[in-house]
Antibody, heavy 126, light 107 residues
Framework: EVQLVESGGGLVKPGGSLRLSCAASGFTFSGHTMNWVRQAPGKGLEWVSSISITSTFVFYADSVKGRFTISRDNAKNSLYLQMNSLRAEDTAVYYC???????????????????WGRGTLVTVSS | DIQMTQSPSTLSASVGDRVTITCRASQSISSWLAWYQQKPGKAPKVLIYKASSLKSGVPSRFSGSGSGTEFTLTISSLQPDDFATYYCQQYNSYSWTFGQGTKVEIK
């Protein structure tokens, strides 16, 4: 079955750290850019970070830059998000999402997220 | 950073209605836009990519249009399964931004 399964969420105090994992199965993990997207309770979606196929390129939202680190292990079909210096505003469901790797007939890349996990809840509170 | 503004924030409609949601970008994004549907407690699901391409398996009552800074998602005849929240998403220069969402409610 093609799926993404997140784990590692939980309750952490402000200033603390947490490492999220995302296990991929049913598709060629090493063929896709991967992403983290979060959603605070009752709020909208916020892109957090992306990592290219060979980990050469990583990108972060300004809100997490310098505190979060994205990584991947293609041999283990796994994606990670190391979160440090956590704040109350980081409280959210964190989703792992696969990039479509779609190129149109003119060769232009049109990224969109075509496979999502169910998410893992991170709560930052004292 | 490019900002995405969706309207309306909430929409009340009846089964069978034609529904249109608008998404405006703060600067041109060509056709780098996708639309997602999200139901409570579930992960988002892509409906439209490249502004107007229907994702395989998505009902044909969903359609997308637009380019540059203004985009629309249209549901031609609203079905009971379509009551959900819809998000637009743009891609530009290795950064992705979502609109704030449009909740489609039962009238």
């Amino acid at each position: 079955e093609v799926q993404l399964v997140e784990s590692g969420g939980g309750l952490v105090k402000p200033g603390g750290s947490l490492r999220l994992s995302c296990a991929a199965s049913g598709f060629t993990f090493s063929g896709h850019t991967m992403n983290w997207v979060r959603q605070a309770p009752g709020k909208g979606l916020e892109w957090v970070s992306s990592i290219s196929i060979t980990s050469t390129f990583v990108f972060y939202a300004d809100s997490v830059k310098g505190r979060f680190t994205i990584s991947r292990d293609n041999a283990k079909n796994s994606l990670y998000l190391q979160m440090n210096s956590l704040r109350a505003e980081d409280t959210a469901v964190y989703y792992c999402a696969r990039d479509s790797a779609y190129y149109d007939t003119s060769g232009y890349y049109h990224p969109y997220f075509d496979l999502w996990g169910r998410g893992t809840l991170v709560t930052v509170s004292s | 950073d490019i900002q995405m503004t969706q309207s309306p924030s909430t929409l009340s409609a009846s089964v069978g209605d034609r529904v249109t949601i608008t998404c405006r970008a703060s600067q041109s994004i060509s056709s780098w836009l996708a639309w997602y549907q999200q139901k409570p407690g579930k992960a988002p699901k892509v409906l439209i990519y490249k502004a107007s391409s229907l994702k395989s398996g998505v009902p044909s009552r969903f359609s997308g249009s637009g380019s540059g800074t203004e985009f629309t998602l249209t549901i031609s005849s609203l079905q009971p399964d379509d009551f959900a929240t819809y998000y637009c998403q743009q891609y530009n220069s290795y950064s992705w931004t979502f609109g704030q969402g449009t909740k489609v409610e039962i009238k």
